[in-house]
């Protein structure tokens, strides 16, 4: 009987892959062990395998090769399989945008994880979350021309369309039998492996977006606040805990606003250290 082995495609994570992989193969043969595995790949330590599942090891150039061969991975796979480790090892969130590009255009990928891939796209792009909030009020249009005319900066009717066949995808807008659009129960849920890089990439739109506004928006429809303060790294919890309060707050009253919804805003809420802790939290 052939090995029932997993497909690379269906994973982000190249290390719970490997344990799967071994999981499998060890069903399928249960003389098969890391030791077997470990000579498959040229290598000498009988606990890489285990190292590299755990977390404790990298793969080099050299190991990228061993274990690709030791797997019997066709070279489509195997290219995948270098893809999740460079994803993995990627060190700025510039590199590793890069390797989810190649990912993403992965047709076997997409089509083994094609929601999970367009929940990183909806975060990724500020445009995503706008469209969404812009479906609030009654007189919203799916049309893209009637959109992209709404939305500031302006955007073109191809990015609103495909902006909208993702929410619908999504189901984070649905569409009903008498034509209104409103919000639907879909939620956007990230793979943890890229949550902090969608995250990067919705912060880094919406603070684009603010830097515009200082200069496209007049000042009566912005407000900005800024302070700098010295407080001990201490209190950073608690500063944390009350950010989150007021932002609770806001969508309560945006929530809760009469007259409904008409038009959308973004609310920043960040701080950030601007010098290294002192010698103690008292000190500088």
Not at 5 to 27: C, G, I, M, N, T
Not at 119 to 143: K, T
Request: hydrophobic letters at 40%; one cysteine or more.
């Amino acid at each position: 009987m052939a090995d029932d082995l997993p497909s690379v495609f269906a994973f982000l994570d190249y290390r719970a892959y490997l344990s799967e992989w071994f999981d499998a193969k060890k069903v399928a043969n249960p003389k098969f062990s890391h030791r077997a595995f470990v000579a498959r790949t040229g290598q000498r330590s009988p606990s890489l395998l285990s190292d590299v599942i755990a977390g404790r090891r990298n793969l080099t150039q050299a190991g990228i090769e061993g274990f690709q061969k030791a797997l019997s991975l066709g070279s489509t796979e195997a290219r995948f399989f270098r893809l999740l480790v460079q994803l993995d090892q990627a060190e700025t969130p510039t590199e590793k945008n890069a390797v989810w590009v190649d990912i993403m255009a992965s047709r076997r990928f997409r089509e083994a994880r094609r929601i999970e891939g367009d929940s990183v796209r909806y975060l990724s792009n500020w445009i995503h979350p706008a469209i969404r909030e812009l479906a609030n009020r009654d007189s919203f249009r799916d049309d893209p021309a009637w959109v992209a005319r709404q939305i500031r900066p302006r955007i073109t009717a191809r990015q609103a369309r495909q902006a909208l066949d993702l929410l619908f995808e999504l189901e984070l807008l649905v569409r009903h039998d008498d034509g209104r659009v409103s919000h639907g129960g879909g939620s956007v849920v990230t793979p943890h492996e890229l949550a902090g890089l969608a995250a990067y990439n919705y912060h880094q739109g919406m603070l684009e977006r603010a830097k515009q506004a200082l200069s496209d928006v007049q000042p009566q429809e912005r407000h900005f606040l800024a302070v700098t303060v010295s407080a001990p790294p201490s209190l950073v919890p608690t500063l944390k805990d009350e950010f989150n309060a007021f932002q609770e707050r806001i969508l309560e009253l945006c929530a809760n606003a009469e007259p409904p919804a008409g038009q959308v805003f973004q609310f920043n809420l960040n701080f950030f250290p601007l010098s290294t802790p002192g010698e103690d939290e008292g000190g500088t």
